[in-house]
């Protein structure tokens, strides 16, 4: 007994194992039952073959394109004309007879609408009331409270122009833009940017400050009324509900546009950024800030009186007067920047269309060519680079890569090549002496420009215009191409 012991056990093990097997088959058979008796109640779900799931993502794909169609309203614009526009001008009778003269640049008897807002009235010559807008004199302001000791209370005036506009009851308006008597539209580019947008909606549109400072005291979302600002005639219904009520709560602020910018704000209304609307917060030569304008249509300029005449040796309303020439041929082009090279005689080009052309010695990659260089001091007359509320670059002051600048002399429009031509002539200046052993462009007088009007451009995605140098058989003459990039073209350096 004591040897079979160890062996019960084992037995005993078998034995139980042998016992549960009956019971483990009757399990497992129930839970098969079970599941088969799920999947007859609820069957699974038909596979889709290939095919199916390719028409399946098709029809989602039409949707999805129908309904991106329906929400984007820029594709094909709205139509919008200048006839639709009410341009709202805020002037001074004390600077009314310089100021004048540069609303005679672009306003267009017969085509433009709109007023001129004053102070006091002043005297107006037979032969101009017919080159100018009609004249109204800004209702009294003396009941609103004006607390800035660095201001003036015509702001209160001027920021009430646009609800005064609305009450002349103008038919079929859908815009009103607000400008200063120095500021000068390219009433062109207004119609293009303001066709863009759905003027049944609220909008407020327009631009920032070139001064990062004057961003900082006022405000980045607020539009500055010197370089001009749209609003939609929705908008303007609503604010004038509310304008008096509104500019009563800031007292304190400085001027009329911080005070619009405000009044948007209690509407929730943000500002939709347009950088063709210029300010021109600064003092000095334009050159640099218009040959790198950004790649957007120029709408406005503003400050004449305190920035050098753009053209040298010209008095300011005759050099803007010049500048605007070209629009007669292609306005959506004016001022818009190209870049080519001349790699045989190692140069670069920058063309700012209708306005400029400089060319340099050397190669210049185009990130730094398309960078505004500062020919132009801030707001604040500070050699500060950093007082700029976009990139900028020094001036070069080496030797031998300082431009050699060829202002507009002339546009006109060759019938028999189907393109306009545009003559550019040397600005004459001293040049420092240069010690490269290289072809100097000094022997360039004259740079003659080929070009296809382009109305279209700005309902293309934004691209500067392609450049090439053409051959040229008279001395002292450099011809170039400009005009839009083909399929796979970029700049050769």
């Given at each position: 007994m004591t040897s079979s012991s160890p062996h019960r056990p084992l037995i005993a093990i078998i034995t139980a194992i042998r016992s549960s097997l009956p019971f483990l088959f009757l399990s497992l058979l129930l839970v098969y039952l079970i599941y088969s008796s799920q999947l007859l109640i609820n069957p699974p779900h038909t596979k889709i073959s290939c095919q199916d799931y390719s028409n399946l993502n098709t029809n989602t794909t039409t949707t999805t394109t129908n309904n991106t169609n329906n929400t984007n309203p820029q594709i094909t614009g709205y139509n919008t004309e200048l006839k639709h526009i009410a341009f709202c001008i805020a002037a001074s009778s004390k600077l009314w007879d310089s100021r004048k003269e540069y609303i005679k640049l672009w306003w267009r008897p017969g085509e433009t609408r709109g007023a001129v807002w004053l102070d006091n009235e002043v005297k107006i010559k037979q032969n101009e009331s017919l080159s100018l807008p009609n004249i109204h004199i800004s209702q009294p302001t003396?009941?609103?409270?004006?607390?800035?000791?660095?201001?003036h209370r015509s702001a209160i005036r001027i920021s009430r122009i646009v609800s005064e506009a609305l009450r002349l009851g103008l038919e079929d308006v859908r815009w009103f833009v607000m400008g200063d008597d120095d500021t000068v539209f390219v009433v062109e580019n207004v119609v293009r940017v303001l066709n863009k947008y759905n003027h049944n909606q609220f909008y407020y549109i327009g631009s920032s400050s070139e001064s990062h400072f004057q961003n900082i005291f006022f405000s980045y979302s607020m539009a500055y009324g010197g370089g001009g600002f749209a609003i939609s005639y929705p908008l303007v219904k609503e604010l004038a509900?509310?304008?008096?009520?509104?500019?009563?709560?800031?007292?304190?602020?400085?001027?009329?546009?911080?005070?619009?910018?405000?009044?948007?704000?209690?509407?929730?209304?943000?500002?939709?950024?347009?950088?063709?609307?210029?300010?021109?917060?600064?003092?000095?030569?334009?050159?640099?800030?218009?040959?790198?304008?950004?790649?957007?249509?120029?709408?406005?300029?503003?400050?004449?009186?305190?920035?050098?005449?753009?053209?040298?040796?010209?008095?300011?309303?005759?050099?803007?007067?010049?500048?605007?020439?070209?629009?007669?041929?292609?306005?959506?082009?004016?001022?818009?920047?190209?870049?080519?090279?001349?790699?045989?005689?190692?140069?670069?080009?920058?063309?700012?269309?209708?306005?400029?052309?400089?060319?340099?010695?050397?190669?210049?990659?185009?990130?730094?060519?398309?960078?505004?260089?500062?020919?132009?001091?801030?707001?604040?007359?500070?050699?500060d680079f950093?007082?700029?509320?976009?990139?900028?670059?020094?001036?070069?002051?080496?030797?031998?890569?300082?431009?050699?600048?060829?202002?507009?002399?002339?546009?006109?429009?060759?019938?028999?090549?189907?393109?306009?031509?545009?003559?550019?002539?040397?600005?004459?200046?001293?040049?420092?002496?240069?010690?490269?052993?290289?072809?100097?462009?000094?022997?360039?007088?004259?740079?003659?420009v080929l070009k296809h009007e382009d109305p279209d451009r700005w309902s293309r995605a934004p691209r500067k215009d392609c450049c090439r140098v053409l051959p040229s058989r008279k001395e002292g003459v450099m011809y170039l191409w400009v005009g839009h990039c083909g399929e796979n073209e970029v700049i050769e350096v």
């Open positions: 003396s009941r609103f409270p004006y607390t800035n000791r660095q201001g509900k509310m304008q008096d009520r509104c500019i009563k709560r800031y007292p304190g602020l400085y001027g009329s546009d911080d005070r619009m910018q405000a009044c948007m704000s209690e509407l929730n209304v943000p500002l939709t950024k347009e950088p063709g609307f210029h300010q021109n917060d600064v003092y000095g030569n334009l050159l640099g800030l218009l040959s790198g304008h950004q790649v957007t249509p120029l709408v406005s300029l503003h400050h004449f009186d305190v920035i050098d005449p753009i053209f040298p040796g010209m008095e300011r309303v005759e050099s803007v007067k010049h500048l605007l020439e070209s629009t007669k041929y292609d306005s959506a082009s004016l001022i818009q920047q190209s870049i080519c090279y001349d790699t045989k005689r190692e140069w670069s080009v920058l063309v700012s269309w209708g306005f400029a052309i400089q060319i340099t010695r050397g190669i210049l990659s185009p990130r730094e060519l398309e960078t505004p260089s500062r020919t132009f001091v801030n707001w604040y007359k500070v050699l950093t007082a700029y509320a976009f990139n900028t670059r020094p001036v070069t002051h080496h030797p031998c890569q300082a431009p050699f600048v060829f202002y507009i002399n002339s546009t006109r429009y060759d019938e028999s090549r189907r393109q306009i031509i545009g003559i550019y002539s040397v600005h004459r200046q001293r040049q420092p002496k240069c010690r490269w052993k290289m072809v100097s462009p000094e022997k360039i007088h004259t740079v003659v």
